[in-house]
Antibody, heavy 122, light 114 residues
Framework: EVQLLESGGGLVQSGGSLRLSCAGSGFIFSNYAMYWVRQAPGKGLEWVSIINPSSGRIYYADSVRGRFTISRDNSKNTLYLQMNNLRAEDTAIYYC???????????????WGQGTVVVVSS | DIVMTQSPDSLAVSLGERATINCKSSQNVFHNSINKNQVAWYQQKPGQPPKLLIYWASTRESGVPDRFSGSGSGTDFTLTISSLQAEDVAVYYCQQYYSTPPGTFGQGTKVEVK
């Protein structure tokens, strides 16, 4: 079964740090671009960061650039999101998502994890 | 940046009736070299992650019921549920993957039963 499993969320004070992980299984992880997408309570979806299979192309939303770092370890089939200098507005469910087609970052997301909750207290 | 704007924000439809959701992009998202519109649609039920319904604006993802269809080109796109079922109550999002970086979502449309 193809699946993604996030971990690492929790409660942190403003200015603190967290590292999220996303373990992939059931597919060749190293062939696919991966995204982090977040959803604030009662709000819509916001893409946070993108990484291509080789880690050679990385993008960040303006709201997190300079504070968050995306990375991946293809030998461990795992995606990461290092989040520093967290703010109250970063409170959200964080999902990892797999791009539908191999290699490209330009496609829809066919597999999503169940999400991990990050709460930043001020 | 490409902005995706959905309308309406919510709609209530009787069971068995048609539901139509619109999505307008601030720029053309038709990719000439591959002859495809780079738009996806997702369904999100309460407490669940989003689920991919449609990609390339009109191609149904495997396993998605054929009552769901996508249409449109350029800047204007539509998701249609031809005969609303109770299990279709959800929030629906459009997304563009044309720009660099890709991934912008619309604000979502909540579909309820009238």
């Amino acid at each position: 079964e193809v699946q993604l499993l996030e971990s690492g969320g929790g409660l942190v004070q403003s200015g603190g740090s967290l590292r999220l992980s996303c373990a992939g299984s059931g597919f060749i992880f190293s062939n696919y671009a991966m995204y982090w997408v977040r959803q604030a309570p009662g709000k819509g979806l916001e893409w946070v960061s993108i990484i291509n299979p080789s880690s050679g192309r990385i993008y960040y939303a303006d709201s997190v650039r300079g504070r968050f770092t995306i990375s991946r370890d293809n030998s461990k089939n795992t995606l990461y999101l290092q989040m520093n200098n967290l703010r109250a507005e970063d409170t959200a469910i964080y999902y990892c998502a797999k791009v539908r087609i191999v290699e490209s970052v330009y496609d829809g997301f066919d597999i999503w994890g169940q999400g991990t909750v990050v709460v930043v207290s001020s | 940046d490409i902005v995706m704007t959905q309308s309406p924000d919510s709609l209530a439809v009787s069971l068995g009736e048609r539901a139509t959701i619109n999505c307008k992009s601030s720029q053309n998202v038709f990719h000439n070299s591959i002859n495809k519109n780079q738009v996806a649609w997702y369904q999100q039920k309460p407490g669940q992650p989003p689920k991919l319904l449609i990609y390339w604006a009109s191609t149904r993802e495997s396993g998605v019921p054929d009552r769901f269809s996508g249409s449109g080109s350029g800047t204007d796109f539509t998701l249609t549920i031809s005969s609303l079922q109770a299990e279709d109550v959800a929030v629906y999002y459009c997304q563009q993957y044309y720009s660099t970086p890709p991934g912008t979502f619309g604000q979502g449309t909540k579909v309820e039963v009238k």
